[in-house]
């Protein structure tokens, strides 16, 4: 029997409800529709991400469980921990967002990366707007590291991240979460559990706890610096 996707209206900014996505494969919603700021937003704010390939028409994402880290709850490995005691790894937030998704993109294979030009183009406009943020990692004056994503209230809905250098991505998590709970920040999304995740300490949560949070959490405010260029420190 073949499955009924639904197409996004091109004028319309309604998407159906996350409850609706296919369970396999796992929390695919719609298709169609466009990049625009505004449908982007109006997605990440219901739970809704866009994920597609080369040649793919946009499909839209809403998988359940959810993956996220509880903020107050991370915790670095001691062996992140001893390595930055002694590497000492710069990190800053919106430094250098385009080289960001750029390496995001760049440091995976042709088919193993959803981040096309489109895609790019796309997020390199809410992040002109404030809505999608970088946090970079440098070593001495190269930047090694990092990660970008959405910021919607008091959930940051993570995208993607890179690591040239040991550790790099695990910092620029652990020093971003660190900042973020500072600033009033509750929950970061991840989308979809994989190995790497996991042993990063993210936690699977049901699709109905996942929408509530993200419900309250979007109208709660953050710290209005939170998002401000700024060298990060723990």
Request: proline share 6%; glycine share 6%.
């Amino acid at each position: 029997m073949a499955l009924y996707l639904p197409e996004l209206s091109p004028t319309s900014l309604q998407f159906p409800h996350p409850t609706q996505a296919l369970t396999e494969p796992n929390g695919l919603l719609a298709f169609g529709g466009d990049l625009s700021p505004e449908r982007l937003i109006a997605a990440y704010r219901q739970g809704i991400f866009p994920w597609f390939s080369l040649g793919e028409p946009i499909l839209w994402w809403s998988p359940a469980p959810r993956t996220v880290f509880i903020c107050e709850q991370y915790a670095p490995s001691r062996s992140t921990r001893r390595f930055q005691n002694k590497h000492n790894y710069r990190v800053t937030i919106n430094y250098a967002f385009d080289q960001v998704i750029d390496l995001c993109a760049d440091t995976r294979g042709i088919e193993e990366t959803w981040i096309s030009a489109e895609m790019k183009t796309a997020y390199k406009q809410l992040h002109q707007l404030g809505h999608a943020h970088s946090v970079e990692v440098w070593k001495d004056e190269q930047l090694v590291g990092g990660m970008y994503g959405i910021g919607i209230g008091q959930l940051f809905c993570g995208e993607s991240m890179f690591s040239l250098a040991d550790n790099a991505s695990k910092i620029a998590l652990w020093y971003f979460n660190q900042h973020f709970v500072r600033c009033g920040g509750q929950l970061l999304d991840c989308q979809v559990m994989n190995p790497h995740l996991a042993s990063l300490g993210a936690v699977k949560i049901d699709q109905a706890a996942f929408l509530d949070a993200i419900a309250q959490l979007q109208a709660m405010p953050l710290a209005d610096h939170c998002f401000k260029k700024q060298v990060l420190s723990l």
